[in-house]
């Protein structure tokens, strides 16, 4: 049921005392106002917090069970964080009132920036972008300025046929035309294809290393030489971050821009979608053309720094998603030096034990040690009539929330993958009960296969139809009053 | 755990070798322990000043009461630490609550589709000159120049390389977008389309309706900015005036300012666009017994399925912040909406008045009808306002760079003064006291 199915005229849960009447508001707009609004559900205070709270029961997160989505790093998400990161002192800051008033939070962003730095091996940073696709388009605005600038002939990007789809479409959103590089047999770039590709029209490439299954390219270093050397620059997808704190860094490795997804590797939730952060980090010679204003500090003051002529602009009306960067300010400053490496160090142990274990029954798409996520394969079980997809189901009877399933689309002979990231936050039983878990299924899949196909069975919901919704396009309350 | 499955933590990571590692560790301090990093937080947080009870400062960031059970509700867990609602039979407690606030979005815009948010305003603006550009193909669009400058800034960050050329608007002796200016950019070539922001920088109600029929005589899409969602109970937007499509921030629905950010970015547009708007979208469906249930949908627009041809590589958004809202309307309700934003316009013209009587400040903009924010001229310097408002809590109105709005004679400071229902009775007399 939906709150305007449990609407009843009259009620109301707000307090609040007005010292004005809607007639004198509305007296002064007399042009322009619209008729009082009828639309939005009228509850009492305590059927709001039930709708809600059971709402959010039915929801699976972190704090609920394992969620061992792959490339999405479900790590835990620590709660001193969130408690510190509603501090009023913090929220109520008004993003323009005077830069003296704000200083706390200047220095908090300064901090968090030069920590990011260091991680990263990079000189310089922004916090203005919202999410990981909002950092990646970022990244590539400011590759696209610096080409402009200096080889205006470089219009091209080149991405692994592995990337997320964020990368394509972020490169495309900058202006760029996209070249697909495929993978070689060991799953990393393709190096006969990349020489062949990387020429003069070519500004950057579009790396995740460790990449999308899990695996470090060991050819980083020559793919970096072989780039720069032809002119273009790097660009690193953070996304994987996890796998590398304190182990080796992406500045060291040649990359000139660097997003970070603090959603993922420096533990802030997720949020059901949302809100991240992403940062931008890159080499001297590209800070010229971060965007717009940038946390500086002078004579021991925290200023906001916009005098930067060479700047892509701004990313959006303020400085970032400051209660996000907050969150992993409190994480990078608890987990110290060897937090963050002993976290990235788990992540990988987790990964690769939970790859032995599972490979009897799901081979892995490569036979050889995964960083900190693996892709393992469930093709075989089509003799049963069973795919990925009613695995992935079944889980969720079992109380897991399924791995990324279907991704990455390649290479060819992993159909029916899924992406396990464990993260470092969880525990050996935990982990073995979830592979016990997917040992099982696969038991059933052979001699119960129709448990699979009609699963989940304990979900709040059973499978939902997707073309249904498709067809019958009901994206709102109107929608369905106007299809009764 | 190693030892079970036969391997060693440094053959794994022998694939690093031969490129350059961490030596040493980062140089990074010792980590810290709860108790010791709450201890760190205060003496950060002590750097800032003290919190005030209103703001008369607003330019795109608007602080607003948020009931109790806003923060409470939206914050729970199962909200909070799930992911993007891939599997939707785990996660009908975001997919139902993104549903419900695309329901008060298409209702409060008087549009017919709303997506599950963007990141802010500005950035949703860009977008939905992008979209523009890919429905029209006009490689120019003109933009009203009163619409807040950070988004003008976004949107000219967002088009610059796809040669899409921006011109700007002129704003009239009114306040309001010159309707003869608009008419003559309109004419000069295509474009695929005009942004209009209202009430717009300096607090001016734009005339929406006059400037949707003039950009639809010249085949552009319209796009119509809110400033600020309170606005939404009190003013027109939407079918109702012409609009393509609505955008803009909601942070104004409970939540905090947050220094700017996270905020909310709202897109609404028209059915007929439901190919080509960006962002995620969540539809009713039925699970296998028939049962009502929700799922993300309008998918093959998206960038895991498009890639490259996506409609926009947006992947996460600020789905979290779209609950709060929704919660947030839900909260106060139909009436109680109504009557913040009757508040928040009668507040400003309380303070207006108080303002004016003092004889140190004048409007810029004489006849224009406004919400909860305007242009006003001064005679007092910045350092003089921000030292007699020293003593009462709030945050001063927020300056004007010189040459945005014509010179009022012996009042050479301009400042964007902005009201809400914070600005009790009692607190905007001390504000009036301390400026007189």
Known sequence: MTLYDKSVAGRCAFSFSFEEDDARGESFVPDYARASVKSLPEVSELDLVRHFTNLARVNYGVDTGFYPLGSCTMKYNPKINERLAADPRLTMRHPLDDVSENQGVLQMEYELKESLEEITGMDDFTLQPACGAHGELTGMLIIHAYMRDHDPRRTRVLIPDSAHGTNPASASMAGFQVVTVPSDERGGVDMEALDRLMDDTVAAIMLTNPNTVGLFDENITRIAELVHARGGLLYYDGANLNALMGLIRPGDLGFDVVHLNLHKTFSTPHGGGGPGAAPVGVKQFLAEYLPVPIVVRRDGQYALDSDRPRSIGRMSAFYGNTTVLARAFVYIRMMGRDGLAAASRAAVINANYVKKLLAPYYPPAYDRPVMHETVLSAKGYDKYGVSLLDIAKRLMDYGYHPPTIYFPHFPPHAEEVMMIEPTESESRETLDAFCDALIQISKEAQEQPDLLLSAPHNTVVTRVNETYAARHLVTSQRDKKETG | ?436
């Not at chain 2, 802010?120 to 029209?136: F, N, Q, V, W, Y």
Request: proline residues 5%; aromatic residues 6%.
């Open chain 2, 1 to 436: 755990m190693l030892d079970r499955v036969g391997l060693r933590f440094e053959d794994i990571i022998s694939c690093v070798q031969g490129n350059a590692c961490v030596e040493g560790g980062l140089r990074l301090p010792d980590g810290l322990t709860e108790d010791e990093m709450v201890q760190e937080w205060d003496l950060l947080m002590s750097h800032n000043s003290a919190s005030k009870k209103a703001s008369l400062m607003g330019g795109g960031a608007y602080m607003h009461f948020v009931p109790a059970v806003v923060p409470h509700l939206a914050g729970q867990p199962g909200f909070v630490t799930a992911y993007t609602p891939y599997q939707p039979e785990l996660s009908q407690g975001t997919l139902q609550s993104l549903f419900e606030y695309q329901s008060f979005i298409v209702e409060l815009t008087d549009m017919e589709l709303s997506n599950c948010s963007m990141y802010d305003g500005a950035s949703s603006t860009a977008e939905a000159m992008l979209m523009a550009h890919r429905i029209k193909h006009a490689p120019r669009i003109l933009a009203a120049d009163n619409v807040n400058p950070a988004y003008l800034a976004t949107v000219r960050t967002y088009i610059e390389p796809h040669g899409i050329a921006i011109e700007t608007v002129a704003t009239d002796e009114s306040g309001q977008v010159s309707q003869a200016d608009l008419e003559r950019l309109l004419s000069a070539a295509p474009c695929s389309a005009v942004l209009v922001q209202s009430p717009n920088y300096f607090g001016i109600i734009e005339d929406l309706s006059a400037l949707g029929n003039l950009v639809h005589a010249h085949d552009a899409l319209f796009v119509e900015c809110f400033t600020e969602a309170m606005a939404l109970g009190l003013l027109k937007y939407g079918l109702g005036t012409g609009a393509d499509v609505v955008v803009g921030d909601a942070q104004s629905l409970g939540l905090p300012m947050s220094f700017g950010g996270p905020h909310l970015g709202v897109f609404a547009t028209l059915r007929k666009f439901n190919r080509e708007f960006p962002g995620r979208i969540v539809g009713e469906s039925v699970d296998t017994e028939g049962r009502q249930a929700y799922v993300m949908t309008l998918r093959a627009r998206e960038q895991d399925i498009r890639r490259e041809k996506a409609t926009s590589n947006i992947c996460s958004n600020h789905a979290l912040n779209a609950i709060t809202a929704a919660v947030y309307l839900a909260s106060v309700g139909q009436a109680g909406f109504r009557s913040l934003a009757c508040e928040n316009a009668a507040k400003l013209q309380k303070l207006v008045r108080g303002l004016e009587g003092t004889g140190r400040f004048s409007r810029v903009f004489k006849s224009g009808a406004v919400f909860n924010e305007m242009a006003l001229a001064s005679s007092l310097t910045p350092d003089e306002l921000r030292a007699r408002l020293a003593a009462v809590p709030v945050i001063p109105p927020l300056l004007l760079p010189s040459g945005m709005v014509p010179v009022i004679a012996g009042m050479p400071y301009s400042y964007l003064v902005c009201a809400t229902e914070l600005l009790k009775d009692a607190l905007l007399e001390q504000v009036i006291a301390a400026l007189s």
